[in-house]
């Protein structure tokens, strides 16, 4: 297993004017010049490196940490553009490069992308692909309806925002299933929603399940009436977008989760809104 794009530990084997070489696989040496040097080392000291090739395609090692690596997706900016590709800024002074048969569209300086890193066999290099659909075998996740997964969310097209689930697969959140801000390159935590017989992935933001959902949806309503002694101004009139802005979740869950706290008796529902129960132990 080739560890370009990697982290490694890698052990000093000769001290240089110029930095020190490590011992990388096949006893093959490794330059770590001088500015990337942690203070004084010593023969036979490991240290924590990422090893890349340089312009010149030698090996190179540094201890600046990229912003992905080998096999990672992420959300990166494009510094540049020229004959050969777009360059992104992947945290490391050389650039890194998605050539133009590795774009969906047409990359543009300044604009920021959702890729994925790989190490391409012919050439030995590290470069990124913005073709996700190429590299992704989502039906490998082996994920079940109703679990929680970490995403990152891509783009957003007609049906709504891409994101790749556990840093392995490809889903799709989509845009009746998003009730408040969502970012391109952000994190954030979903839930599988269904599975396709294709093996594709429909995500939603919020937990699946009454069992699950609705409970915490309660919690939630029932934490923020005591926080505003007692009273919020929602009912099941209330918009969609109202009701967002208070308790970011959807008007569906909204109505279960007062219902629920209705028939414990815990809150009474009015035409202002919905009130504590005095009477009732909370």
């Known amino acids: 297993m080739s560890i370009i794009g990697k982290y490694a530990d890698l052990k000093v084997v000769k001290l240089v004017d110029f930095g020190v070489y490590l011992e990388g696989e096949h006893e093959e040496v490794i330059l770590l010049p001088n500015r990337y040097v942690p203070g004084k080392v010593n023969i036979d000291e490991k240290i924590h490196v990422f090893i890349y090739r340089d312009s010149e395609d030698r090996l190179i090692a540094t201890t600046e940490k990229p912003y992905a690596t080998v096999g990672d997706f992420a959300y990166l900016r494009v510094k540049s553009v020229n004959q050969m590709g777009a360059f992104l800024d992947w945290g490391l002074t ?11 569209v047409k990359m543009e300086e300044g604009r920021s992308y959702l890729v994925y890193v790989y190490l391409d066999e012919t050439t030995g290099r590290i470069v990124a692909t913005a073709k996700l659909n190429k590299v ?39 845009k009746n299933e998003i009730f408040g801000p969502i970012r391109e390159g952000e994190t954030r935590k979903a839930y599988v929603k269904k599975i396709r017989p294709d093996g594709k992935i429909d995500l939603s933001l919020q ?19 005591k926080a505003e002694e007692g009273f919020l101004p929602l009912n099941d009139k209330s918009s969609p977008e109202a009701i967002y802005e208070l308790l970011h979740m959807s008007k569906k869950n909204f109505k279960k989760a007062i219902g629920l706290l209705y028939k414990e008796k815990i809150i009474k529902i009015e035409s202002t809104g919905i009130y504590l129960n005095p009477n009732k132990n909370h």
């Open 94 to 104: 050389k650039d890194l490069m998605v050539p133009f048969s590795n774009q969906k």
């Open 136 to 174: 992704i075998l989502s039906e490998d996740l082996q994920l079940e309806v109703g679990q929680e997964v970490d995403v990152l969310v891509g783009h957003r097209g007609e049906l709504g925002h891409v994101a790749v689930i556990n840093n392995a697969g490809l889903g799709m959140i989509y």
């Open 207 to 225: 937990a699946q399940g009454y069992q699950k959902e609705i409970p915490q949806a309660s919690d939630k309503v029932l934490e923020l009436l």
